[in-house]
């Protein structure tokens, strides 16, 4: 499969909104019942009330939820018509998603969360690794089960875990909720790198705390 | 790691509970199966359990008889036929009676003695025995020597019966085999003595058999040409299995007796089958409830890890990477038991083998039963591997 250069909407509608897709809040929304695009390597910060269905929107992105009217593409192709094993491959290697409630296994340590996804993918070596987390400061909590950890902290392992992959866009739901401003800006500065260094696209979900980037195309749900 | 995670909400309780459960159920299936293929290997091995499948039958003499054997004592053409038709009849043999007059002598201890008695002879392949001498040539310048197959019982008669009471001596088979024998035949203006000897002795046959082609060369010269042919009035049938109600059931409604109590022994090994077969039956509906414990225990397990599943899934693990960390925890349980089931069908049949060797049955090779086990244990695996897919895909 070739990079996904764009990911357009055609008309897409959640369908727990057909009831309200008369209301201000879809009609003024950039995304639902319009024709839009997100290009690569641009960067696109949705701003959005909560309940305005920006989780949905990650979800019908990454392919867990189909429960929306009309079209989403990845370059041409109608996402519709991907089977689970191609799923999986973008899953992969195409896109890499933060889901807002993070998803780390509790009974597993930071560590082997994060080995996890990077065994799938072979992305990042364990030293590069154990550097990202000490970016952090979370080195020390390799070992300790991410149950245990405060949620910020399980915040950053899980963007850690969110970058072993290689993407040509990264979806990030409300990534740094729990994070102070220091912790975000470091937290943008890695994105941004990693984003740069593959030359792809950066899409962020913010409801009050959003990441720290500079040079971004705001994007109202 | 992955299967650290999944394994968190395997119950050990069920899955032991549905090994044991499944165990118990194909060791049940298993060894009926083993015990079926055993007696059913005397069942149809000919002569290893002494003609239960060979049945001789007559019709009942009536109240008054009048005079010779008539047709209420004899078969016709038409009902040998129907015979022959019968699908449980595998093959029907006539007896051929003698049309003559015989007696015979013997010097036995310095005694004379002689009686008057009676031929009769059946085909070749009914018999038990392949004694040595049985060919018989017609040949009336060097006389051969008239080979005789005796009934068992008539033997035994002799020695626990006449002899002891008349103070004669009892004799072995071996022995009457040395004893040289004169049969007279007189009939159609004819008497002449042959040799003859005994040659053997038959328990199927309660008769005095001499060969087929003897019979029917003596019934050509010594036959009264006035007095018609004898219709048979015994019969002998091979057939598939004795105890078959369908065989007591045609008797019956034609009026037909069946010698000795064959059937009833045929009978035996017909129930013994007919209670394997509903043992087996209990085994099948055990191994059911088993497997549809196995199905509750995976579906709940899915359930239960279903998070979890979700969760790997948006990792990008796919289901089937998933599905065989669960395909290896079936298969290694599902093996597991068909090892179990098999230990238990062997020493089971190991403990009934000299039992049945006692009664003259060899045990049968094991292979149906670990056939059947292998067949049965596959199907329960692909069902298990079937639902384990579908449950996983459908949390994609």
Known sequence: MQRIDSISFRNVLPQVFREVSDSTAITDSQVWLADFSLKRPGQYIIEAASGTGKSSLCSFMYGNRHDYDGHILFNQTDIRSFSMEDWCRIRRSHLALLPQEMRLFPELTAGENILLKNRLTDFMTEERIHRLLEVFELDHKYNVPAGRLSIGQQQRVALIRTLCQPFDFILLDEPVSHLDAANNALAAQMILHEAAAQQAGIIVTSVGNPLLITDYTPVTL | ?396
């Open chain 2, 1 to 396: 790691m992955v299967w650290n995670l999944l394994k968190k909400n395997i119950s050990a309780p069920q899955i032991t509970g549905y090994a044991v459960a499944n165990l118990i159920g194909l060791a049940i299936v298993l060894t009926a199966v083993k015990f079926y293929t055993d007696i059913h290997s005397t069942w149809t091995a000919g002569d290893s359990f002494v003609s239960t499948d060979y049945l001789v039958v007559s019709k009942p003499v009536p109240l008054i008889a009048t005079g010779a054997a008539n047709s209420a004592t004899t078969f016709s053409d038409a009902e040998i036929e129907d015979l022959r038709a019968q699908p449980w009849a595998q093959q029907v043999g006539v007896f051929t009676g003698s049309d003559y007059n015989v007696s015979a002598h013997l010097e036995l201890g310095g005694r004379h003695m002689s009686t008057a008695l009676f031929f009769e002879s059946i085909p070749d392949e009914f018999y038990d025995i392949t004694p040595a001498g049985w060919d018989w040539t017609p040949d009336t310048c060097n006389l051969p020597v008239v080979p005789i197959v005796m009934s068992k019982d008539y033997l035994a008669l002799y020695n626990y019966g006449f002899a002891p009471a008349r103070g004669m001596p009892q004799i072995s088979e071996n022995i009457i085999g040395r004893v040289p024998l004169t049969v007279a035949l007189a009939g159609n203006g004819h008497y002449d003595r042959y040799p003859a000897k005994i040659v053997g002795f038959s328990s199927r046959l309660n008769t005095i058999a001499v060969p087929q082609t003897f019979m029917e060369w003596a019934n050509e010269r010594y036959r009264d040409s006035l007095t018609p042919h004898e219709p048979p009035g015994r019969l002998i049938i091979k057939v598939n299995s004795p105890g078959d109600p369908a065989i007591t059931e045609y008797f019956e409604e034609n009026g037909i007796e069946v010698g000795g109590d064959k059937a009833g022994s045929g009978r035996a090994v017909y129930l013994m089958s007919v209670v394997t077969a509903v043992v087996v039956v209990v085994g099948i509906i055990i191994t059911v409830l088993a497997v549809f414990i196995l199905m509750l225990s995976i579906f709940l397990l899915m359930q239960k890890n279903r998070e979890k599943l979700r969760d790997l899934m948006l990792l990008g693990y796919s289901p089937h990477q998933i599905c065989v960390y669960y395909y290896r925890l079936v298969g290694f349980v599902n093996l597991a038991i068909l090892v179990g089931a098999l230990l238990f069908m062997f020493i089971a049949s190991s403990l009934w083998q000299k039992p049945l060797r006692a009664l003259d049955i060899a045990g049968s090779s094991p292979l149906w039963a670990i056939l059947s086990g292998v067949l049965i244990i596959s199907l329960i695996t692909a069902l298990n591997f079937f639902t384990i897919r579908r449950l996983v895909r459908r949390y994609f």
